[in-house]
């Protein structure tokens, strides 16, 4: 690690969004290219910065700064030379030169405090002199700020950060609740803000600190899909994470129910601990899908008379249980349909679109995601389109994916309502809570509500098992098929996926036109084979183009993770070339013709559409990359539905290549040729659910290449990893 102390000469450029920046520092030995995440600093900046060169094939040898802290000039030189700059305006190096031959060391504090002091100096007048005191005190004090906040371990960028937001109020925020910069400031989590506290010498048992470690650990529940944690849970991990006793912490989570951010509730007798919006959620959730569940007063054998009319040129081609599936989508208020690859649900959709048309009812067809509503439009050639578009989004505050209290803001609620008298809703698999809730808050009684899904896929990435949940209520009209019908039957890809659901020994000895598993030892013959199977073999198998064929992988990591996998499938797929631009940003090197995926939701992300606009781009939304524009810094994506959205190059971190992509991601997807490399899959990914849902993303070839004993492994491991949900609870409470 380098160490240089110098003067800030010049801010060659800096990225305001995310701090890059690349600058000139001189010392005594000359000046040097710093570059990396640094705070706003201005030339004539006293700086200490860390790190280590490195050599930019373009601009040569520059510093990579790691650490950067603000300084004091100490000596008559420095402070000269830091008058000199510029950095306060007025003073150029002749009046610096004035001002430090009559104070000599003592220059700086009567800059900053004594202005009538200051005016005796030839060429500065009483109000000249009382300007540059305001600029001298106000750099003075931020300087003290940083160097405060330095000695408390907190990067300068940070540091730079807080003042911005809090300016000389950070002392009080910082020593008496530092957890406080989690809610005001993005990018700060519980344990930057609980190395603060620490540094600072807040107390371990302050109730700051227990209640921001309880959000936490709410949070993290969350993110692995829980919406509550059993007391004893959330103890446990709290305990640990707070380094403390059960007392203090039990004292807070009361506090916090009494405070009506928590909710403490018996689930299923064993105390239970939700953040109240997710429980607000749940329970509204379930009290208006038994409102919507209401008899239609038809006659069934009316309803048989008009199917038989609609199917007089037996053009619906319903066998006895979609029929009854049909007929009960007409006279309930909710239905829930479920089924894997081959049952027929869509010919139940198309059926049910069609008697709903033939009614004059008004009918919304939806799903989570635009892959999968593109999916189901083609397959019933009626419009079908995601759910935050049919409840149009409209945003979440600045630099929020969702409000604090998790809830998704739409146009579309209970004083909007949705113009529909059916709602079809595909995928429902990867619907989770707070997406269920808000189309429930948009739907009004009277309204038919019909659910699509496999519940042997792998749940939402969002909190809740709302599926299942519904499915273990038992309290809805549910039609399970399980009937693979004539047009699949010979379909190896359907065959297996039941195979797999049932928990069935699948020969991998024996490939077939449309499945087939190809036996390499180790990874590297593994990769090989995946990328000759995406180039040269399956295009013209399937009768599909090469960016249509997609690789799906267990896991991100090790050698056949996405991660190693994108960058190779990249060099193959798309190569450099004369003419093609491409770029390396943060998370990789991103070329003309792409195929990307956004990785998170971005709610205030803006696309166009021809002449329409709108906003949001939502995690495991593909696109490609269609122009790079080196002069403005923009990098331009043709999303599925014709989006089209400019990311600046400091958001390209949203987004990552895409011809390999996790299980997770593929959910809702569908491709002519899946590829699935299997080998060396960690253990708690070696699961029946994540194999069947790999499987059944592919419409005329599965290839497995690797180790056909991970997947023999992943068909007999049917657990899975729980959630703790109470949707079916609510349900049957009610």
């Known amino acids: 690690m380098i160490t240089i102390e110098g003067t800030l000469e010049h801010v ?97 504090r009567v800059l900053e405090e004594d202005p009538q002091a200051l005016a005796k100096v030839p060429g500065i007048s009483l109000k000249g002199a009382r300007k540059m005191s305001e600029q001298a005190l106000e750099k003075r004090e931020l300087r003290s700020a940083l160097i405060y906040m330095d000695g408390l371990g907190i990067p300068l960028p940070l540091a730079s950060r807080i003042y911005e937001r809090y300016g000389n109020t950070l002392y009080g925020v910082i020593q008496k609740n530092p957890y406080q910069l989690i809610d005001d400031l993005t990018h700060v989590g519980f344990r930057i803000a609980d190395e603060i506290a620490r540094s600072s010498g807040l107390a371990e048992d302050s109730e700051f600190r227990i209640r921001s470690g309880l959000h936490y650990a709410m949070q993290q529940a969350l993110e ?44 299923a007798g064993v105390p239970a601990v939700y953040l109240s919006s997710y429980y607000f959620m749940e329970a509204a959730s379930a009290a208006k899908l038994r409102e919507l569940d209401q008899a239609f007063p038809l006659k069934e054998a009316d309803v048989e008379a008009d199917l038989a009319r609609l199917d007089e040129d037996g053009s619906l081609q319903l066998e006895e249980l979609q029929r009854e599936a049909v007929k009960t989508a007409v006279m309930r208020g909710v239905t829930v349909i479920t089924g894997g690859p081959g049952t027929g649900k869509t010919t139940i959709i198309s059926a049910m679109l069609r008697y709903f048309e033939a009614k004059e009812l008004t009918v919304s067809l939806a799903a989570p995601t635009g892959r999968a509503a593109k999916r189901i ?65 948009a739907v009004i009684p009277g309204t038919r509500l019909i659910l699509v899904g496999d519940v042997n896929q792998l749940p939402s990435v969002g909190p809740g098992n709302v599926l299942k949940d519904i499915l273990r209520s038992g309290v809805f009209s549910t039609i399970a098929l399980t009937r693979i019908f004539r047009q699949d039957e010979r379909s190896d890809i359907v065959l297996n996926a039941h195979r797999i659901m049932e928990g069935d020994v699948i020969d991998t000895s024996r490939s077939s036109r449309d499945f087939m598993f190809i036996r390499r ?83 205030q992300k803006e696309w166009t ?77 070696v699961t029946r659910p994540l194999i069947y849902t790999a499987v059944t993303r592919a419409r005329r070839c599965v290839c497995l290449v690797g180790d056909p004993t991970v997947f023999q492994q992943m068909i007999d491991n049917n657990t899975e990893q729980r959630r703790y949900s109470s949707l079916h609870l609510q349900l049957q409470e009610l």
């Open 12 to 108: 060659i450029y800096r990225n305001a969004q995310n701090g890059y920046s690349v600058m000139e520092l001189s010392d005594e030995n000359g000046s040097v290219i710093i570059v990396g995440n640094l705070p706003e600093l201005d030339p004539g900046d006293l700086v200490r910065v860390e790190g280590n060169f490195v050599t930019h094939p373009t601009y040569g040898e520059q510093l990579l700064v790691e650490r950067c802290t603000l300084t004091a000039p100490t000596t008559v030189r420095a402070i000269e030379r830091y008058l000199a700059s510029g950095i306060i305006k007025g003073i150029g190096p002749m009046l610096a030169s004035r001002i430090v031959a009559r104070f000599q060391e003592d220059s700086l």
């Open 224 to 267: 692995g899909g829980h919406i509550f944690l059993p007391l004893a849970t959330l103890l446990e991990y709290s305990e640990k994470l707070l380094d403390l006793p059960e007392g203090p912490i039990l004292r807070e989570i009361d506090a916090l129910h009494l405070d009506k951010r928590f909710k403490l509730k018996d689930v």
């Open 377 to 441: 439009t083609e397959a019933t050639g009626r419009p079908a389109q995601t759910i935050h578009r049919l409840l149009e989004y409209m945003g979440a505050p600045e630099g929020d994916d969702r409000a604090s209290d998790g809830l998704l803001r739409f146009t579309r609620n209970e004083s909007y309502p949705l113009e529909s008298d059916v709602v079809i809703l595909d995928e429902v698999s990867m619907v989770d809570l707070p997406l269920l809730y808000a189309l429930l808050r």
């Open 521 to 603: 030892r180790d990874p590297e013959a593994v990769r090989d084979v995946v990328v000759k199977l995406v180039r040269d073999k399956l295009p013209d198998y399937v009768g599909a183009q090469v960016a249509d064929i997609q690789v799906i992988s267990p896991t991100r990591r090790g050698p056949l993770g996405v991660e190693s996998l994108n960058p190779l499938l990249q060099e193959a797929l798309n190569p450099p070339a004369e003419g093609k631009k491409e770029r390396r940003f943060a998370g990789g090197l991103f070329r003309q013709g792409d195929k990307v995926m956004q990785i998170k939701n971005n709610y």
């Open 609 to 685: 559409d021809g002449g329409r606009r709108g906003t949001g781009v939502f995690n495991g939304d593909i696109g490609v990359v269609e122009d790079i524009r080196f002069f403005t810094e923009e990098v331009v994506i043709l999303f599925d539905e014709d989006r089209r959205a400019v990311y600046q190059y400091e958001e390209m971190g949203e987004l990552e290549l895409a011809y390999a992509v996790t299980v997770h991601k593929s959910q809702g997807s569908e491709y002519p040729a899946v590829v699935i490399p299997l080998k060396n899959v960690p253990r708690p990914l």
